[in-house]
């Protein structure tokens, strides 16, 4: 474990109340990288799925009736006029005007993106999770050697009550 001044503390010299707020600690950045990694596999789904749907607009597609989404929960009756053309959202309100392939080159690049931020984190999460473990090893050898202690030779082990 590192402090404030740089240098390292060996785990077994922290005591039980360090430790517990130790492993909470990493708690909470566990859980804090895990939602950050879910949030990103939710992206880059959308932007496959955007992707894909660009693939399946055709020309036959010209004229006919479809939805047109007005929010995320109320849509529209429209029908497709321009089949070459596709405004894209680039994020905060920005629309960019974008052929398919452009588009799909657009989302392609987007999904590469996301991909390597989470290969990014996913090693600093196996390290987190890795340290977590080893607060938990040394919490329980403490703890064990405490009870040891406590159970002087000679003496009976107080029964515990459930």
């Given at each position: 474990?590192?402090?404030?001044?740089?240098?390292?503390i060996p785990l077994t010299e922290l005591n039980v109340g360090q430790l517990n707020h130790l492993s909470q600690q990493l708690d909470q950045e566990i859980e804090l990288m895990q939602?950050?990694?879910?949030q990103l596999k939710m992206v880059q789904s959308k932007f496959v799925e955007s992707q894909e749907c660009l693939g399946k607009v055709t020309k036959a597609n010209v004229g006919?009736?479809?939805?047109?989404?007005?929010?995320?929960?109320?849509?529209?009756?429209?029908?497709?006029?321009?089949?070459?053309?596709?405004?894209?959202?680039?994020?905060?309100?920005?629309?960019?005007?974008?052929?398919?392939?452009?588009?799909?080159?657009y989302f392609k690049r987007k999904v590469e993106y996301i991909?390597?931020?989470?290969?990014?984190i996913q090693p600093l999460l196996q390290e987190?999770?890795?340290?977590?473990?080893?607060?938990?090893?040394?919490?329980?050898?403490?703890?064990?050697?405490?009870?040891?202690?406590?159970?002087?030779p000679g003496q009976q082990p107080v029964p515990i009550k459930s």
């Open positions: 474990m590192s402090q404030n001044s740089g240098k390292e939602n950050s990694l879910n006919k009736d479809m939805l047109v989404p007005l929010t995320s929960s109320m849509y529209v009756t429209g029908q497709l006029d321009d089949t070459d053309n596709f405004l894209i959202d680039v994020g905060t309100g920005y629309y960019v005007e974008k052929n398919a392939e452009q588009g799909k080159e991909t390597k931020e989470m290969e990014k987190k999770y890795k340290m977590k473990q080893a607060v938990v090893e040394v919490v329980q050898m403490k703890v064990q050697a405490q009870m040891s202690q406590q159970q002087q």
